[in-house]
């Protein structure tokens, strides 16, 4: 019995460490990327949303570039009607209401994706804005003469001049109308049962894989967790004697977090290279301000590593203190308290028994 009992403890002071090392990895990853709450932090924080404005607004002026020249004048009113029909607190709101959505799914709050991005705000801002634009821009073309009776062009932000038989809010209909004639309004909404097109899978299909993922990485989480816990008694309470297991723990749990710090100084150094690598061979403001959430992420998932590494540390210093102190509490009297008083040594102090 007592060496079954030493071999249980040799095998599950030897698996320890590794279940440790998991516990603390899957319990870092999991306060970062585990709920919403640090990706809308990292989101609002890294200044990404004004990026993505102003690449929805480049994307929307090379488009009617693509189809047409326009002045610069033209240019510069459309990139302001489309700046000010979606503002960062918008993209925020949506992107919030999307990432809520998204894990109330994966975490199993409810049975089936739902999220809406409602774009009625957006739709009714775009075309009044445009519409006015268009307006002020016709009012200040001149009329087309005769050496422009091939200008046919009603798009004031394009023209050089206004053809006849058209005024300023002829012009302007026209451009509510084509706004709202475009593809972007043809939904009022955007919802995971519209967002599938033609004989792509749906979004719930697509986003299956990071379900069970989540699912997989809570379910070890708490597997380690437990083990750990069962380890460590196993260990205390398996040993002869039991001070011997808290020592055996003790350090382990100094090895443990020592190892989890310096990993993740090591780790997050490296990481923070890669990001600014990827930021560095990017082109445009969005994909260096999403190298910036990534780096936001990895630091706070670095910060968790280093707290239960310290706190392991922490934990095992006091364990080998109170190991010691209480060895010296309860160790063996000294030889001369047990040597009788009629037989003390020569020069101890105390007088010889009388004959």
């Known amino acids: 019995m007592h060496i079954l009992r030493k071999a249980v403890v040799v095998i599950v002071c030897s698996l320890l460490p590794m279940v440790l090392l ?22 609002d924080s890294s200044g990404v949303y004004d990026s993505a404005i102003a690449s929805v607004v480049k994307q929307t002026t090379n488009t009617q570039n693509s189809s047409e020249t326009q002045s610069s004048d033209g240019e510069a009113a459309v990139r302001q009607a489309v700046k000010d029909a979606i503002p960062a ?7 919030d209401g999307v990432l809520d959505g998204i894990y109330d ?14 774009l009625t705000p957006v739709k009714t801002a775009l075309v009044d804005n445009l519409t006015e634009q268009a307006r002020e821009r016709a009012r200040t073309l001149p009329a087309c003469g005769p050496a422009d009776l091939t200008t046919t062009s009603t798009d004031p932000f394009s023209a050089s001049c206004l053809p006849a038989g058209t005024n300023p809010d002829q012009i302007a209909e026209q451009t509510r ?23 792509s899978k749906p979004i719930e299909e697509e986003l299956a894989a990071a379900k069970d993922g989540y699912q997989a990485v809570k379910k070890a989480l708490y597997l380690t ?27 382990i749990l100094l090895s443990v977090g020592a190892i989890g710090i310096i990993t993740a100084v090591i780790g997050g150094a490296i990481s923070h290279t890669l990001v600014d690598n ?31 590494g310290s706190l392991s540390v922490g934990i095992s210093v006091g364990a080998l203190v109170a190991e010691k102190v209480w060895q010296k ?25 009388a004959p």
């Open 329 to 353: 509490k309860h160790a063996a009297p000294s030889t001369q308290e047990n040597t009788p008083i009629g037989n003390q040594p020569p020069g101890s102090g105390l007088p010889p028994l």
């Open 177 to 199: 109308q084509t706004v709202l004639d475009s593809d972007i309004f043809k939904q009022s909404s955007i919802t995971p049962q519209n967002m599938q097109q033609g004989d």
């Open 22 to 43: 998991g516990f603390g990895i899957l319990f870092s990853l999991f306060q970062v990327l585990g709920s919403a709450s640090h990706i809308k932090g990292a989101l």
């Open 105 to 118: 799914w994966m975490s199993g709050k409810t049975a089936s994706l739902d999220f809406t991005i409602d």
């Open 278 to 308: 990827i930021a560095k061979d990017s082109s445009g403001e969005l994909p260096i301000r999403i190298a910036q959430v990534v780096r936001i992420l990895v630091d706070d998932i670095r910060n968790w590593w280093i707290t239960l």
């Open 225 to 251: 967790g437990l083990l750990a816990m069962i380890f460590i008694a196993a260990a205390i309470f398996l040993s002869q004697p039991r001070v011997a297991g808290v020592k055996r723990v003790a350090y």
């Open 89 to 95: 607190s918008y993209i925020k709101e949506q992107t």
